[in-house]
């Protein structure tokens, strides 16, 4: 697939209702467990939390020292952390404001072919494969007492270390790619840690969704403007790209120091470990997880020609970086078209209409590039924007519905792992082909339209539990629990 440039366990017990809504029963299945009962089975709130975890966006069903453990941080702090947090972790890597300039300065000056062009991304941002270790380390060993404020500060503070490194050292290969590495691993640490913020405040305070819309609002705007701030940047000194990116991860460091204000009162929490592996267990146990990521691995490995079209734009149809740019910032902005357009459709058709529909448009958009010019560029960035947004949101639907009850976080954040890893490792394998095996640009868009095509096959093959149902609908099953057993059956949607 060609793609942009972009314990619950089911236990029984006996127990007592405190609340209820449609469908939904919560109780009290034993002191400091909170168990949710409804369509889908019973399911445990919070791994031997004593407190409620607030179950609508609002106010804390408690105060908010009962909802999490207290960390002396303020709804607004929150706000705070989690916006600029969300924004600069996301803008200042090196794959995304420095992806243009960064690329053209390898390809310029170093004379890097398509190949180890996309060798050097890859390896760079493979920090980014691996982000749950970085949230079961931060959740597990508190550093100086914190599991938030001294990670964030060293994160931000060594990513924008790293980025100056990048401006001052030689410009050969290995200088470049040990900054460049860094930079992304120390970024994964502070992103980890935006994300573990977001779900403190949703527990603590009740804003869950108030709060991740700040960053999906946030990463929407960066996706969008990217392309036009990098293509322009890519005109001028490469000081300058490091010189923003630097400064942008002082000011988190800066706000970090000044608003998050943790109390260093947290412990080692072994709990978190012993909780991952019992995750990591379930998770190699489902065969619907292994399904659907044999499923992803297919699309996802198809040969893709994301380089390869950056030295077709450069060197043959004399693109300028801002006008590669604007392609960018076209494929972005219909990208969010596609996502917005898809929130409606999934509650009208099952997932497996959907799936088929976004992967054939896929394929079928990827064959405009045969034609690809200056002149119908733009139009066929936006059709391809469009087609990948739908193909990437019914395919995260997949992962999300597979994803087995009891390891919902680590289950899909490995398979998010997987799919990134997967995807670098697509544009190795077109690269080469073009360098080392002499293949024509329209020979890799064929075969990448072809083997995306090819994965629709094997969709009848995916489980019809999690495939023929609509967005909304829930899974069959009893809609209430009294004691006795509750295992459930199937994955959560």
Known sequence: MHTSPSRMSARAGSARTVAARPGKRL?????????????????HVGAELPYDVPMNDGKATQSPEATVPDSGLTIRQYYVMVGI???????????VIGRLPFSLLLKTQLHFNAETLALFMFIATFAWNVKPIAGILSDSFPLLGTRRRHYMLFGAG???????LMGVVPKAYWPLLFAAFGANAFMVI?????GGLMVEAGRKYGISGRITSIRQTLQSAVSVSNGLLGGYLATMAFGWIVGIATGLLIVLTIATFFVLTERPAATRDPEVLRNAGRQLLTFIKSKSLWAAGGFLALVYISPGFTTPLLYLQTDKLGFTPPYIGLMETIEGGAGLVGAALYGVACRRFNLRQLLTASIAVNALGTLLYLTYGRDGAPFIHALSGFAVACSELSLMDLAVRATPRGCESLGFSVMMSARNLALGGSDVIGSELVDSYGWAFHQLVWLNAGTTALVLV???????LIMNRKDGEVLPGPTTTTTGSARAAAPVA
């Open 158 to 164: 060594l990513a924008a270390l790293c980025w100056f």
């Open 27 to 43: 109780v009290w299945s034993r002191p400091g467990r909170l168990t949710c009962r409804h369509a889908y089975g019973e399911a």
């Open 458 to 464: 094997f969709i009848p093959f995916l489980p019809r």
């Open 85 to 95: 947090g969300a924004f600069v972790t996301t803008i200042a890597q090196p794959a």
């Open 190 to 194: 502070s992103s980890t840690v935006m």
